[in-house]
């Protein structure tokens, strides 16, 4: 066999192996093609300009993972418009336009603990070791502190809080409300329950969650409501109402008189005045 005929077999054989890259290239090219139209997803275009109205926070405060799964759900009609605490008026107008529905007026709101339970106010049961989680410290006989309704001042709460509204001191959680946005991040995560929100005009809140009787909260917290109800007796305008050994306030009543702060003598129901200092 002389060169030419080896060069000559060398260009076949380079021509074959460009040959089955080429053809295996387009091959490839074509399944991904054919794939994507058979598995292809439409995009409810409603979803898309939804999405772009929302906050875009993910807080998860609507018990979704993130605002597209929101989105989805108030496309579909399984969502209310009303769980998104952090998309503006004016936005949540236009979501209210793309759905047809009737957007119904919305007093801002603000989140707060409804604990006074700080390390001076509340001890320990035991000593906790482990992953400092309130999650975890509450799997555990429902936590370390006397009182089995008390924040447990671990910050998971603070962890979620997607505007670092909310600082932890002396074990026990507080909303800075300036910062609040009540997206229902934190309420959502405390195993406790005890973040609630409230309308942001709200005058007062009752700082306690212990359903208790006043004995047993007396050995448990210095703070906590013994539920003697002279906050409901003493309330001139009716807005205070005794349910579970705790008072609850109905603030379309409420004029922010705080004749129920002077007189709780445990002074759980505190002035959103001297809370917001």
């Not at 772009?52 to 993972?65: F, K, P, R, Y």
């Not at 962890?159 to 309420?187: F, M």
């Not at 009787?213 to 448990?220: I, L, S």
């Not at 109402?241 to 922010?256: A, R």
Request: hydrophobic share 40%; with cysteine.
């Amino acid at each position: 066999m002389n060169l030419l005929e080896i060069t000559a077999q060398t260009w076949i054989t380079v021509g074959i192996v460009a040959g089955i890259f080429i053809g295996s290239a387009l091959l490839i090219g074509i399944l991904i093609i054919v794939v994507g139209k058979v598995f292809k997803v439409d995009v409810d275009e409603k979803v898309t300009k939804i999405l772009e109205n929302l906050a875009g926070a993910n807080c998860g405060g609507c018990g979704c993972s993130g605002c597209s799964g929101f989105a989805s759900k108030l496309a579909d009609g399984s969502g209310n418009l009303s769980d998104c605490h952090v998309t503006s008026p004016e936005k949540k107008a236009e979501i209210a336009k793309l759905l047809g529905v009737e957007l119904k007026d919305e007093e801002p709101t603000v989140a707060v603990v409804k604990c006074n339970g700080s390390t001076e106010n509340c001890g320990d049961k035991f000593e906790y070791f482990g992953n400092p989680t309130c999650k975890d410290v509450n799997s555990i006989l429902g936590g370390n502190k006397t009182c089995p309704f008390a924040c447990l001042g671990c910050g998971d709460c603070k962890s979620v809080c997607p505007e670092n509204a909310i600082e932890v001191t002396a074990r026990l959680a507080q909303v800075d409300p300036d910062k609040c946005v009540a997206c229902g991040a934190c309420i959502n995560t405390c195993p406790k329950k005890i973040v609630e929100r409230i309308p942001f005009s709200a005058p007062v809140f009752v700082a306690c969650s212990s359903k208790c009787k006043g004995k047993e909260v007396m050995n448990a917290c210095k703070v906590g409501c013994i539920a003697c109800g002279l906050c409901a007796k003493a309330c001139p305008h009716g807005a205070i109402t005794m349910q579970d050994n705790l008072p609850v306030i109905d603030y379309t009543k409420c004029t922010g008189c705080l004749t129920c702060v002077a007189k709780c003598p445990r002074h759980i129901i505190i002035s959103r005045k001297v809370a917001t200092v």
